[in-house]
Structure formats: C-alpha cells, structure tokens
C-alpha cells in the first residue's frame, strides 16, 4: 500500500506546482498502440495534464512484417478519443545503430544481449526524452509497470510495479537521476486487470488488444533468421555433458544459454528428456545439452554449466548512490521475472578499471551467460544494474 500511495503522491505533487504556476504540466507520452500506453495517456489527461501523444517509428527489418503502420493507427484512433494532440517522431537511424547493430554483434561474439534494455536506454529515455526537454515539455510517460518515487532525501527511486506479473524495472536499471525527474509511469501501481477495465470503461478502443512480445517495438521476430543475414554461421556438433557428440545445429552464435529447441539431437540409444543449452563456443562451434538431471550432477554443472557465483559488472549504471550498498546484502535479477536472488556489491579487484563492480551471489547461479542484465534491488526499489561478464 505504500508504494501506491507513493505513485499517487508524486503525481499529485507535480500536479499542485503545476497550478501554482497557472501553467499545466507538458507531458508527450510514448504511445505503442497497446492498451498500457493507451491508459497512461488517459490518466494523465485527466489529472490535469496538457498530454501530447507520441508514436515512436524505428528500423525494422524488410524481411519482417512488423506492422508498425497498424500500431501507428491504434496510437492515432486513441488520440483521437481521447482528443489529444499527436506527433510521430522517426528515430530509425539511433535505434538501428543503438539497438539492432549492437545485437547483432553481442550474438557474433557469443553474448547474450538485451535489446529492450538498449532500446529503453537510447530511444525511449533516449532520443524521446532529449527531444521533448528540447521542446519545452516536462516529462515524458510510458507504459511500464514500473514506479518512480521521491523519498526523504530528495532522490527518485526506480521501483518495481506493483503488479508483480508486469514488473518491468528490470528493462530500466539505466536510468539515472537526470532521467527520472523527467519521467512518469502513470500504470505502476496499477494491476494488469485493472489497466483493460480502465480503458474499457474509458471507451478506448485497443481495451482488449493482446499485449505484444518479442523485441522491443519490433515485435515478435524469428531470431535466428533475422541473425543469419548478418552473421556468416555454419552447422556444428551438439555434445553431451560427457563430450559426445550426440547432435547438430545451424551456428553456435544463434543460440542463448537455457534453449532448449533449434538444434537435432540423434535420437538413437538417446533418452527422449528435453535437453537445454548449458554452454556454447563459439571458436568449436559446439554446443552442451543438458537434461534437468543430467544437471543435477554437481561436478559436471560446475565444468560444463559455469555455476558461478561471482561475477563482474560492467558498463554499469546506478541511479542510487552505490557505495552505500557496499558490502551488504542486496538481491539481483539476471533474468527477467528471475526470483530475485540475494547477494553483495564490492568494487571490483579483479581488473584494473574503475567503473567496474563484482557481484558475489549467496548462491552459486546456474544458466548465467555473458552479455546478460545484472539488475540490483534493495527491497523493490531498483538501484541500478550492469552487464554480465564472468570473472
């Protein structure tokens, strides 16, 4: 109950300097099309605010049907009932070099990357966010369950949504003080539910629209034939946790730790268990399968699964002030919708920059692959986060 109180709070705070000053606060929300932008746009209009609705067009692949026009229609038809201003900004050339190039040469190197961290980092708080400061606007709203709040010491704080199903603070550990002061999440400390019973009753059309999936604003996307265009890969063998070779695939960088399907397994002599990627090389070419109890053999987990429990972060970025965490117990995600996992925070002492972090877990994690997300809470409040690199 606190939580929401807080949302509630700084909304209303923002609200009452806004009519000290005779003037509403500007706010361009980001409108997808989809129901959960749709909704903050609605409650932002009608707690005062002069919203402006945004449709954000980036690069999307020739190859893929990715159907941004239609979105774009959603966005527009809700504008229209909701008879507020809308504008659609072009940032093809910052998502393709920021989001799409950078994917492409994570999976190349044999990492795990994280799109949507990329694309909430250099779009949407990105090139959204700078260009409506640029335009004289006072914040910008999405459609994240997620919630930014002020505490007693004058610094925004990054929570997790009050819908634990739709949390999505784990997209948005880049975010810093800078960004948050200019940044509202209108449905954070409202349930999924509640959010389509909201827009229905608001007479918005995309009311019962199903959620999307996939990659950030591309949607759904057949990852590794959108990869083979860009990365030149050949079959190889899929080995056991013995070595053996017991099977085949298309190409050791299309693969992420924990799949289980696009790749053949010789069925002959060969138990019917699901099998899962524990480990990849990319200079073999071979992937390690795993059964569920294949891995509970703890001597091959610990060679062929890298169970680790300490790892480095870099590229870090921390919208608390971090040193305070030191050395004590905080959790982690390092996947999403992962049960947060408790662990520490040192300076790192096992390289020789400066801005980099080692993360010691409680308890050794399994299926953790270079490239991911490391996201640090304290309680449900968000402190920041980093990439995943083994030590």
């Keep these: 109950m606190r939580n929401t109180l807080n949302s509630k709070q700084n909304i209303s705070d923002n609200m009452s300097s806004a009519n000290r000053t005779g003037a509403k606060k500007r706010v361009y929300v980001g409108m997808s099309g989809g129901v959960d932008s749709s909704v903050s746009a ?31 229609r959603d966005a527009m038809r809700v504008a229209a009932v909701l008879d507020i201003p809308f504008l659609t900004l072009d940032f093809s050339e910052q998502y393709k070099k920021e989001v799409v190039d950078y994917m492409i040469e994570e999976y190349r190197q044999g990492r795990t990357p994280n799109p949507d961290v990329m ?51 784990y997209f948005l550990w880049t975010l810093t003080q800078d960004d948050l002061k200019h940044v509202l999440f209108p449905i954070g400390h409202i349930e999924k539910p509640e959010v389509r019973r909201i827009a229905e009753k608001a007479g918005l059309p995309v009311f019962d629209k199903k959620d999307s999936q996939g990659v950030c604003f591309i949607g759904h996307l057949d990852m590794k034939e959108f990869l083979k265009e860009y990365i030149q890969t050949k079959p190889g063998d899929v080995l056991d946790v013995d070595g053996k070779v017991i099977g085949s695939h298309e190409g050791a960088e299309l693969y992420t730790i924990g799949e289980r399907h696009g790749f053949t397994i010789n069925n002959t002599g060969i138990s019917s268990e699901p ?19 294949e891995q509970e053999n703890s001597v091959k987990d610990q060679i062929m699964h890298k169970l680790a429990d300490q790892v480095i972060l870099t590229n870090i970025s921390f919208s608390q002030p971090i040193d305070h965490y030191i050395g004590k117990n905080i959790s982690a995600r390092i996947r999403y919708r992962q049960e947060k996992q408790g662990c520490i925070i040192e300076k790192s002492s096992k390289t020789l920059q400066i801005r980099e972090y080692t993360v010691t877990f ?14 640090l809470y304290d309680g449900n409040v968000c402190l920041g986060g980093g990439i995943l690199n083994f030590i």
């Design 275 to 293: 099998r899962f990627i524990i480990s990849k090389n990319i200079k073999t070419n071979t992937l390690v399968v795993a059964t569920k109890s």
């Design 42 to 72: 609605y409650l932002l209009k009608k707690q005062g605010y002069d919203v402006t609705g945004v449709f954000i067009k980036v690069w999307q692949p020739d190859t893929t049907d990715c159907g941004w026009k239609d979105e774009r």
């Design 119 to 169: 694309c909430n980092r250099h779009v949407k708080f990105g090139s959204f966010l700078k260009y409506a400061l640029e335009q004289g606007v006072d914040y910008v709203a999405t459609g994240h369950y997620a919630q930014n709040t002020l505490n007693s010491s004058g610094l925004f704080e990054l929570r997790e949504g009050d819908d634990s199903n739709k949390d999505q603070s």
């Design 362 to 375: 409680d308890k050794p994690q399994k299926g953790m692959a270079e490239g991911q997300s490391v996201v």
